[in-house]
């Protein structure tokens, strides 16, 4: 989808909730059909949601709206990420639910703002942001890491995404994962994450390893090396365990590895 066409989505699917659900007009009107862009209605979400006493909501929304505007494709990954939470996140019934409600959606759009600034050398309101993520939704990205698009962060509760991690495009995340170091060394020491990948609820992803494209990680896996393109690891350690059956498993959400068993030509 387009931002016109989400933005087009987003004030028709508000009107219609509007129209049904009086207690959904105070929120609706504030965050979305008093904005004329996707820009505005998201800035205006994440403020509401991470305003508070030492960061005002005004302010933050300023600060948003600002990094929006020199960094477009802030709103072009969202747009992507939005795209993939609704084709494979089968709790969202509509386009307003990641905007409005799901952390994992909010949390990632804000970090993507915090990524802006530490690019800027500003570290303050960096770190400022990833503080505020972390209380407020339960999820730590520190804004060094880069992400890529199309990215599913579902629950989103304990998510760990160390400084120097990097995650590729169409990642499927659930809750719990933790890219991290494997021990007190410095420099590059985090996991990088390949093209659709899909990371299992509680997976542990230690050291400077490599997952490949198309990999799949079992629910609570500690993976401390790397995993070759389009195999499934699972257990502690982590050893293969399987193949995928589908080129991009971050679409496909199949958390049945008895399945890629079978698929495994050992």
Not at 142 to 171: F, M, Q, R, S
Not at 240 to 251: I, L, T
Request: aromatic share 6%; net charge neutral.
């Amino acid at each position: 989808m387009t931002i016109s066409e989400i933005e087009k989505e987003l004030i028709k699917a508000a009107k219609e909730l509007v129209s049904k659900e009086a207690l959904s007009t105070n929120i609706l009107n504030q965050q979305i059909l008093s904005k004329s862009s996707f820009g505005e209605m998201l800035a205006a979400t994440l403020a509401q949601l991470l305003g508070g006493d030492l960061v005002s909501k005004k302010d933050l929304e300023v600060l948003f709206l600002t990094q929006f505007r020199k960094y477009p494709s802030i709103l072009t990954n969202a747009a992507s990420d939005l795209e993939a939470t609704k084709m494979r996140d089968p709790a969202c019934s509509n386009i307003l639910d990641p905007v409005l409600f799901f952390k994992g959606f909010q949390g990632l759009q804000a970090y993507r703002t915090a990524h802006t600034l530490w690019n800027e050398k500003r570290t303050f309101p960096a770190k400022m942001l990833q503080s505020i993520i972390s209380q407020k939704f339960g999820m730590d990205l520190h804004p060094a890491a880069k992400i890529g698009c199309g990215i599913l962060i579902d629950h989103a509760t304990n998510i760990v995404v160390g400084e120097t991690a990097k995650i590729g495009n169409n990642v499927s995340i659930f809750h719990g994962v933790t890219l991290g170091g494997s021990g007190n060394e410095t420099g590059d020491r985090h996991p990088k994450i390949g093209d659709g990948v899909m990371l299992g609820a509680h997976a542990q992803l230690l050291g400077n390893i490599r997952i490949g494209r198309g990999a799949k990680i079992g629910a609570g896996a500690v993976v401390l090396k790397n995993v070759p393109p389009h195999t499934t690891f699972a257990g502690v350690p982590a050893v293969q365990v399987g193949h995928p059956e589908n080129d991009m498993p971050s679409f496909e959400m199949q958390q049945d590895f008895t399945l890629d068993a079978k698929l495994d030509p050992k």
